[in-house]
């Protein structure tokens, strides 16, 4: 069964950011920010409540330590500090899921360093390798080094396609420093032909075959939550 997910908790402090409220009824899964590019503790135990109570699924979504560029500026980090940042990030995380009783579903790296790991084998492994500390799945780009990370490292995969962002002819996904309204036709449209046909479109017009576990939603995107409605249409359709 597919699903669908969004990245919440994105706030900090007074500082309200995304849909959170309502995509809740409308997601299975949610990646949770951890402190580093977002999120703030208060933060983080309020959005694992909140999910936990609309019976959504809470995966960690750690990402770079840059709150100014929200975790979408890539950084040189060798392979150790890159497993030890979303170490961290994912004990934090875990600490407020005791709390509520409730068990970490996944992790699903952030903004640069998603799409950092996805080309470097070296990141990817250090992502798994605490995915496989905590015996959780990973989300991540199909055939990228994010899937052959987790294949290296016995991790359980899910493949991860987006309805809101824009494609590379090779499959990789490019990440937008800001976010932007994404026609609710187009991404209905996105979401049918990779689901039922298992064919993606880049930006540039070619077409590339992709392999769909999780349909993501941004809940930063203006609009959200019309998205997300559509993407469940769809989902619900098949």
């Keep these: 069964m597919v699903t669908l997910n969004s990245d919440m ?3 900090f402090g007074i500082h309200s950011f995304g849909n959170d409220d309502e995509l809740v009824s409308l997601i299975d899964t949610a990646n949770v920010a951890c402190g580093f590019h977002a999120g703030d503790p208060t933060g983080i ?5 909140k999910a936990l109570a609309g019976g959504v699924s809470v995966g960690a979504h750690p990402g770079l330590p840059d709150l100014v560029g929200f975790g979408r500026r890539e950084m040189k980090l060798f392979p150790d500090e890159a497993a030890d940042i979303v170490r ?3 004990g934090a ?3 407020f899921l005791k709390a509520e009783g409730a068990p970490l579903h996944h992790i699903k790296a952030h903004g640069s360093l998603y799409g950092m790991s996805s080309r470097d084998p070296e990141l990817a492994e250090a ?11 990973i989300f991540g780009i199909p055939n990228s080094q994010h899937e052959k990370a987790a294949e290296k490292l016995g991790v359980p995969f899910f493949a991860e396609f987006y309805v809101d962002l824009g494609y ?3 499959g990789s996904l490019i990440v937008a420093r800001r976010p932007h ?9 996105r979401a049918r032909r990779a689901l039922t046909d298992g064919i993606a479109t880049a930006v540039t017009g070619e077409e590339f075959p992709v392999r769909v576990d999780t349909v993501c939603v941004h809940s930063d995107t203006p609009n959200a939550c ?3 409605r559509a993407v469940r249409n769809v989902l619900s359709s098949l």
């Design 9 to 11: 908790g994105e706030s």
């Design 127 to 137: 992502i798994a390798s605490v995915a496989a500390e905590y015996e959780v799945p």
């Design 181 to 189: 309204a994404t026609p609710v036709e187009e991404a209905t449209e």
């Design 226 to 228: 019309e998205i997300a």
């Design 88 to 90: 961290y990030q994912v």
């Design 45 to 49: 135990h309020e959005t694992v409540a």
């Design 93 to 95: 995380l875990v600490a």
């Design 168 to 170: 590379r002819a090779d």
